[in-house]
Nanobody
Framework: VQLQASGGGLVQAGGSLRLSCAASGRTFSNSVMGWFRQAPGKEREFAAAIRWSIGNTVYADSVKGRFTISRDRAKNTVYLQMNSLKPEDTAVYYC???????????????????WGQGTLVTVSS
């Protein structure tokens, strides 16, 4: 499985960005796709996840109501629409794919087997 994340950049607080994650190499019909982020000096943390087949989603409390995860099955691509960005959203964002996760575990790093290279999001105040 190959995951290619893109769409990061510099944005002012209150602005928006959309991240993309192009996936290839394996069927994703029974997968969960997630977005995680890692700020400088901090551990990697969960942001959002979506089950590929039926589209149910999970969000971290810190992004709920501001971020939206979606997928385009025809393009094998997962998106993270980020609105009302805050300086504390500054981080490298990683997309990930996992197989076998259930709803209650979709936020856990350990259920993801494949990771993209990350894309940097910087939010200025």
């Amino acid at each position: 499985v190959q995951l290619q994340a893109s769409g990061g950049g510099l944005v002012q607080a209150g602005g928006s960005l959309r991240l993309s994650c192009a996936a290839s190499g394996r069927t994703f019909s029974n997968s969960v796709m997630g977005w995680f982020r890692q700020a400088p000096g901090k551990e990697r943390e969960f942001a959002a996840a979506i089950r590929w087949s039926i589209g149910n989603t999970v969000y971290a409390d810190s992004v709920k109501g501001r971020f939206t995860i979606s997928r385009d099955r025809a393009k094998n691509t997962v998106y993270l629409q980020m609105n009302s960005l805050k300086p504390e959203d500054t981080a490298v964002y990683y997309c990930a794919a996992g197989y076998g996760a259930i709803l209650s575990t979709m936020h856990l790093i350990r259920v993801y087997d494949y990771w993209g290279q990350g894309t940097l999001v910087t939010v200025s105040s």
